[in-house]
């Protein structure tokens, strides 16, 4: 990326270039400009000239030049600066050559690069002989002034350079500028270097910006030559900018050209290509002007960093929606239990202590903990959730606490943050914690305690302000006596403690639930106005044990709202199908279809609900047995999901 010329301060810094009259004419008028632009009489031309305004540009020192005739020429050729050339008028050739005419009739005009119409109009006009001439170089000018005189002129109409040299040779010259075209150049020196100042500082502005950018940025002209090329990518294609700038870009980088873009007027967006050993994203832009192309930008992004801030956005705004899902008034309930359950977690929400969470599995701890999040001081921060059970231990470690790159065989390049880096600030809510491995209680234990988490192959630990909840459907204590939970852990999170009463404790709250569920689940069918549950099934449902607490209750009034969408039944047509549909809700009635050593067992009353936790496997394997083995059918009549059947007999194992 080429440099931004650092703009001056104050005042507009101008170079008046000329030798001899412009010289003069310039010390004349520029004093009345002193106020708008810092002005420096500059008595050299040419090379010399040129040498000296760009060093002074390099320096951010020179703003714009003014200067005339074969030397302006010459300086607008080798300098980077503006440079406004005085202008002659035909008024200024005629008021010349009529000054000439009072002095001597054999005059001449020596003008730079080009002849005026009005001097042979004049000479028309008057019937005058006067010799027009144009010069280019210096050199040029000393020959026409040479044969002038040989010829006879006596005076000599042109610029500095020319009188400058008529006079040296004898002649009389007559300055050919008039006090208003320098002037008027002036005027547009001092504007040319107020635009110039505006454009160099929206570059700088540019380029700063891209100097900062992780993108790699490189603009072509018209030629594909490189205009802009940042310090990304640089870094993309091992170029320095000083050596990039004004080369091809076709020929740095021939699989990057822009020449197709520019050629058709049309961009070439998101192209994958591979650079060295690392996948890139390449964007190819025209610049469209009025008169068509005008250049054009590529963009390099790298590919694995697009992949990382995808994933981080994702991870944030699942984070964020699970944060807002639930509130502690979506626990539906008026028993008093429920009230008082909601007035404690509300007191507990208003502290940081750690909350320990105790109820059987689908009570609804999930909301809970993610109600009292919301009610907290930390609701506007993550609330991240992780099930302790699901994961086996090593990825469960990785999860919890991150890694560096390099950790292990497979780690991601750049490392990956742990869920406690994630809920920084906010909730992290450790559900069935009690399936924890013993070696995780360990480093758990020491990120409660410290307060900082150590990724797994970091050196250096991270601190960490979050909030834990946990929950667990066991018996932690009977855990720690028999030595599956650790003792000190299990005092570290049982804190705060509220325990979700099971549905079958709370009768009183059944007609509210179902029907609550049952209306969101016929809104999700899309029904238009949802109906009260038919009184054949409400009165079932509050007869049931629901050993599947909240979640199967929602399971099976969704089973309902399906069996019942946009139809109208007569009531035992009704009730056949709820047999067929919802037979836990029947119980020894929907036994007909079910094999005769399974109604045997049903019969003995059979559900789980009631029986203490110590015998619960030994009675999950009578009836089993009484089952022949078939544990679809043993889960049916226990009232328990296949899920829990394992568990409780891996429990008991």
């Known amino acids: ?59 951010g020192r020179l703003d714009a030049v003014v200067a005339a005739g074969s030397n302006g020429a010459y300086l607008r050729q080798h300098v980077d600066v503006p440079v406004t050339l005085v202008k002659v008028t035909g008024f200024d050739v005629l008021s010349a050559l009529a000054t000439a005419r009072r002095i001597s009739p054999r005059v001449a005009l020596v003008t730079h690069a080009a002849t005026y119409p009005e001097v042979d109009e004049f000479a028309r006009a008057f019937d005058l002989p006067i010799p027009s001439y144009t010069y280019l170089t210096e050199d040029d000018a000393t020959v026409r002034v040479k044969a002038l005189r040989q010829e006879g002129i006596e005076v000599v109409v042109g610029p500095g350079l ?44 540019v380029n700063t910006i891209l100097a900062h950018l992780n993108e790699g940025v490189a603009a072509v002209d018209t030629d594909g030559r490189i205009q802009s090329f940042n310090p990304a990518m640089e870094r993309f294609l091992g170029t320095p900018a000083a050596d990039a700038v004004g080369r091809k870009l076709q020929g740095l980088a021939p699989d990057l050209s822009l020449d197709s873009v520019m050629r058709t007027g049309a961009k070439e967006l998101e192209a994958i290509h591979k650079l060295g050993d690392r996948m890139v994203v390449v964007n190819r832009i025209p610049i469209l002007g ?3 192309p005008a250049g054009a930008v590529l963009t390099i992004q790298d590919a694995n960093a697009i992949q990382r801030v995808d994933r981080h956005l994702r991870r944030r705004a699942s984070a964020r929606t699970a944060g807002v899902r639930y509130r502690l008034d979506d626990l539906a309930g008026e028993s008093p239990s429920m009230r008082q359950l909601r007035e404690l977690a509300r007191r507990y929400a ?11 599995s689908g009570t609804g701890k999930e909301v809970l903990a993610q109600g009292m999040h919301d009610a907290s001081p930390r609701r506007t921060f993550p609330f991240v959730a992780i099930n302790c059970a699901a994961f086996p231990e090593a990825l ?22 742990g869920l406690f880096e994630s809920a920084h600030n906010g909730t992290l809510f450790l559900d069935e914690v009690g399936d924890m491995p013993p070696a995780l209680q360990t480093r758990l234990l020491r990120v409660l305690q410290e307060k900082q988490v150590l990724p797994i192959g970091g050196v250096d630990a991270v601190p960490v302000n979050v909030r834990v909840i946990a929950a667990t459907h066991r018996d932690l204590a009977a855990l720690v006596r028999d030595g599956a939970f650790r003792q000190d852990l299990y005092y570290r999170l049982n804190i705060l403690r509220i325990a979700m009463p099971p549905l079958r404790e709370r009768k009183a709250d059944l007609p509210e639930l179902a029907e609550l569920l049952y209306r969101r689940a016929q809104q999700r069918l899309g029904l238009p106005r949802p109906d009260s549950l038919p009184e054949a099934a409400r009165g079932r449902l509050t007869a049931y044990g629901w050993p599947g607490n909240i979640r199967e209750l929602e399971n099976v009034v969704e089973r309902i709202a399906v069996l019942l969408a946009g139809r109208a039944l007569d009531e035992g047509t009704l009730l056949r199908e709820l047999r067929a549909t919802v037979p836990e809700l029947f119980g020894h009635e929907g036994t007909e279809a079910v094999a005769p050593a399974v109604a045997s067992a049903r019969s003995g ?12 496997a030994e009675h999950i394997r009578r009836v089993l047995d009484e089952c022949g083995g078939d544990r679809a059918a043993a889960c049916h009549l226990l009232g328990i999901s296949p899920t829990t059947l394992w568990r409780r007999l891996k429990e008991a194992a």
């Open 350 to 360: 208003a502290v940081d202590s750690t909350v320990l969470i105790s109820g059987e």
């Open 290 to 292: 009025e008169g068509g």
């Open 1 to 59: 990326m080429t440099p931004a010329t650092p703009i001056p301060p104050g005042r507009p810094r101008i170079w008046a270039v000329g030798i001899s009259r412009l010289s003069r004419a310039f010390a004349d008028l520029i004093p009345s400009y002193a106020a708008q632009a810092d002005f420096r009489l500059v008595g050299k031309g040419y090379e010399a000239a040129a040498s000296a305004i760009a060093r002074e540009a390099r320096e």
């Open 605 to 616: 009353g059979h559900s789980l609900a009631g029986v203490a936790r110590s015998s619960q």
């Open 162 to 205: 020319v009188t400058e040299l008529a006079d040296r040779l004898g002649l009389t010259g007559v300055f050919l500028y008039s006090g208003q075209s320098v002037k008027l150049a002036l005027e547009d020196a001092i504007e040319a270097a107020r635009l110039r100042r505006i454009e160099s500082s929206r570059r700088e502005y």
């Open 396 to 417: 469960l470690e990785s999860e919890l606490f991150g890694y560096e790159e390099g950790a292990f065989t497979g780690a991601r390049r750049g490392g990956k943050a």
